[in-house]
């Protein structure tokens, strides 16, 4: 697959994977976040071009820039993210606006950016959701609540701009290492799994295993899919007591 | 504690606020019935954060101070039927519905708060959308369900939306 692709949330955890494993399969990848150092790093790894900004910040346009830098797109992975350890009653209103703002305001501006040049070259938005926005996690209540409107609007853009000949999908991964739970500032430290629950299929799901489900609806074998989400979480949602399983018999 | 009802003005509200509380436990309901503003990838950023400015941000702070407060509190939320199964030319509202739906499920979850949602097809009586408001307050066992109020439109896909594209 040669493809022009977007990572947003690019520089660490799943969207670093998500750069390298579609870079490995033929894509020129633009690599997007916060940090340049991180940036420009992982984009020298895989060949691709930095692109810096806070996706929240309404006058950054990562499509615009990645666009001018790859001569079209193809993908746009967005995958940035954030999460409060807050329950319900500890969501603050500082947390709830920035939840908001990265993960379904910055979705939503950065699809709406995506979509001529999608429709130009017949491609795709991926969105990074959680299997938090499938079953809700209570410890995690605002990040939950704002995971389950970005699986509503991939559903919503799927049958919107489907016409156009663009296909939306998300991704929910469950606990993933290294990802959000191990790469967040404050939560636990790098590499790090210990007190995490063991899925049903025994092992802990690793950032590659997202990038490769990624790379596949990002590629030409799922040109007919559109307006899904798929639990990449090695079973967790798949029974009220598999997420408190014990590990393989 | 009576009923407290707040969110979207509108029919439904006010049928709401003037039903007597069936219980003499603290009761809030919550309405997210915004005008419907189209399909979510037309509308600007800006006003996707203005529809849930209006409604699901208030609906949170609502409950927030429910459960600091310890409860206990049973609570309703009525939003668009396209809170659960998407309606696109609908599709503000249904993002904002289901941001709405999953308020009320880790609230179910809380400790000191029982919630449900009502999800009801704007073609529906405010009178209905009260009755079914009314029920789940009333069971003490419905916790983080939600009732479709859509005559079954959405109980499987409409004929009409397979042939659309034949």
Not at chain 1, 76 to 105: E, H, K, M, Y
Request: contains cysteine; charged residues 20%.
């Amino acid at each position: 697959m040669s493809g022009r692709a977007l990572v947003t949330g690019g520089t660490s955890g799943i969207g670093a994977a998500i750069a390298r494993r579609l870079a490995a399969d033929g894509w020129r990848v633009a690599v997007a976040g916060r940090s340049a150092e991180r940036a420009e790093a992982i984009a020298a790894e895989v060949g691709g071009v930095a692109v810096v900004g806070d996706v929240a910040d309404p006058a950054h346009d990562p499509v615009a820039l990645a666009v001018d830098a790859l001569g079209g797109l193809d993908c746009a992975v967005l995958n940035a993210g954030v999460i409060a350890d807050r329950d319900l009653p500890g969501t603050g209103d500082d947390d709830w606006s920035r939840l908001l703002a990265v993960n379904v305001l910055a979705v939503h501006r950065q699809a709406r950016a995506a979509h001529p040049h999608l429709a130009a070259s017949g491609g795709s938005i991926l969105l990074t959701a959680s299997d938090a926005g499938v079953w809700g996690e209570p410890a995690i209540a605002g990040y939950s609540i704002t995971k389950r409107m970005a699986l509503q609007l991939m559903r919503c853009l799927a049958a919107e701009w489907g016409p156009d000949g663009i296909r939306v999908n998300a991704l929910c991964p469950g606990d993933t290492e290294p990802g959000m739970v191990t790469t967040t500032a404050g939560r636990r430290a790098p590499g790090a799994t210990d007190g995490w629950l063991t899925p049903p299929l025994g092992a802990i799901v690793q950032a590659a295993d997202v990038a490769g489900a990624a790379a596949f609806l990002a590629g030409p074998d799922a040109a007919r899919i559109t307006g899904v989400g798929l639990l990449v979480d090695a079973g967790m949602r798949a029974s009220s007591t598999g997420w408190q399983g014990e590990g393989p018999r | 504690m009576s009923r407290t009802v707040i969110g979207t003005e509108g029919p439904v509200t006010r049928a709401l606020r003037d039903a007597a509380p069936a219980e003499a436990s603290p009761e809030l309901v919550i309405v997210g019935l915004p005008e419907p503003v189209g399909p979510v990838g037309a509308l600007a950023t800006d006003a996707l954060a203005a529809l849930v400015d209006a409604t699901l941000t208030p609906a949170l702070a609502a409950l927030r101070a429910a459960a600091a407060e310890g409860g206990p509190v049973r609570v309703a939320i009525v939003c668009p039927a396209g809170a659960v199964l998407p309606d696109h030319r609908d599709g503000a509202r249904s993002v904002v519905g289901a941001g709405l739906a999953m308020l009320a499920e880790v609230a179910a979850a809380t400790p000191g708060l029982a919630a449900n949602v009502v999800a009801a097809a704007d073609d529906v009586s405010p009178a209905e959308v009260a009755a079914a408001v009314e029920f789940a307050l009333a069971q003490p066992s419905l916790n983080g369900a939600t009732i479709r109020l859509d005559g079954g439109r959405d109980a499987a896909l409409a004929a009409e939306t397979r042939a659309e594209g034949d």
